[in-house]
């Protein structure tokens, strides 16, 4: 699959550009550096969105006839939005909480095409059930940093990340950072007339 127009993902995510990757579009990053305060009044998968939104959008005013891909992930945890941990405690702290419990990870994605007037949403969201760990388990995989740069402090795709996760109800590539079938029916949906096979 590939795009009549310039592709661009407005992300600094590793990990949403190896995802697109496994699509095979080929495409640019030019990350959408936003204020991400949203309102706590939001639900959190209006929260992803709003965000997703906004940082397409920073990039698509100044390249408007490229498609432009948002993208915002967090994890939510018995009422608790629980985003990117700012330290090694906190990180801690947050892995406590979810040992042995279920969260809900929710990506917001969106593509916007200024040049058309276009611009569509979604929010794919999938529920993680955790194992227990044992303040070590905890304590190893923190000081290897893995968990600094994900929102819920973990990375499903890690190599200790990966053992912390009992089981999941819905899209794996959403936990990962990007809901790759949600994508292709985004694009597909509405934006067929850019694609060709």
């Known amino acids: 699959m590939k795009l009549t127009k310039v592709f661009i993902l407005a992300s600094r ?5 190896h995802l697109l990757r496994q699509l095979g579009i080929p495409f640019n990053v030019i990350p959408g550096d936003v204020d991400e305060a949203v309102s706590s ?25 490229a498609l ?8 939510e945890h018995r009422g608790r939005v629980v985003g990117k941990p700012s330290s ?7 892995l406590r909480h979810l040992s042995g419990s279920v969260h809900t990870v929710h990506t917001g994605v969106a593509l916007v095409h200024e040049a058309s007037g276009r611009s569509v ?5 999938t529920e993680v059930t955790f194992g227990h760990l044992s303040d070590q388990e905890i304590a190893r995989y923190v000081t290897t940093g ?10 499903i795709q890690d190599d200790l990340g990966a053992l912390f996760v009992k089981s999941i109800r819905g899209d794996y590539f959403n936990v990962v950072g990007l809901p ?4 292709y029916l985004m694009l597909k949906s ?5 694609i060709t096979w």
């Open 180 to 183: 790759l079938r949600r994508l």
């Open 13 to 17: 995510s590793p990990r949403r550009r």
């Open 88 to 94: 090694h405690d906190e990180a801690t702290s947050i």
């Open 146 to 155: 893995a968990p600094m740069d994900k929102a819920g402090a973990y990375g």
């Open 121 to 125: 949403t979604a929010t794919e969201s």
């Open 68 to 75: 432009v891909l948002g993208a915002d992930t967090v994890v």
């Open 41 to 65: 009044r939001l639900a959190p998968h209006n929260q992803v969105q709003t965000l997703a939104l906004r940082k397409a959008h920073a990039i698509s005013v100044r390249r408007r006839d």
């Open 190 to 194: 509405h934006y067929g007339d850019l």
